[in-house]
């Protein structure tokens, strides 16, 4: 299959049969989280993985909104954003960069000021940009997904603190997504999309 045919065949799944999503291909997926392009390498992401039936059902009552279709899901990727290490990260990252005189003198001339506005930065902006990247490696997840038979469902409404509090995740990192993942029992023609020339200015 090529990027191509996955990027047309992907949809958001919400009917999954009861087949396991097997560790093989979790590691596969994860992979696919790994390798993800972040701004100046700081790969901001932490995954917590849910595969325990309790767990899910769990999540598809009130956590999520009454998202009852998540209950069938044969996994879930919690994505999480280490923010701290996000602004951490970057820092070590372009400093290396500028030491490495891989910089463009006019970059160089605003980076410690870039840098000390992004340690400035209110905690909900750090948030958005980390998340940002976080979503990039998650559109991976989703498009290895189809190559592997499997399919996906982005779950964006959900009560942050109980999901944190259930699965004990560190107060410092934001649940910033998370991906619903099975076997498709459902097959679904291409929802609505915007024309290109309503995209393009
Ligand atoms: C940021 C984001 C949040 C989403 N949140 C939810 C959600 O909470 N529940 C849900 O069922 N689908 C959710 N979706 C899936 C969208 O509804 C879906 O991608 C859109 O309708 C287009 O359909 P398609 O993915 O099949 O092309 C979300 C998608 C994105 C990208």
Known sequence: MTVKEAIQARRSIRKFTDQPVIEEQMAILLE???????SINCQPWRIKVLTQREDIQWLSGAPTKGQRWIAGAGAVMICCADVQRFVEDSATNV???RDSGML????????EEYLSKAA?????VLRWAAAA???IALSQVMLQAVELGLG???VGMYDEA????????PEAFPVVAMLAI??????QGQRPRKDLRDILL
């Open 32 to 38: 696919a989280v790994r390798l993800a392009p972040s």
């Open 133 to 135: 990247n976080c979503a």
């Open 104 to 111: 463009p003198p006019e970059m160089l001339a605003g980076l």
């Open 95 to 97: 400093r290396f960069l």
């Open 120 to 124: 400035d930065a209110q905690p909900e």
């Open 182 to 187: 099975g076997h498709p029992a459902e097959s």
């Open 162 to 169: 109980a999901v944190k509090e259930r699965f004990q995740i």
């Open 152 to 154: 996906t469902c982005w």
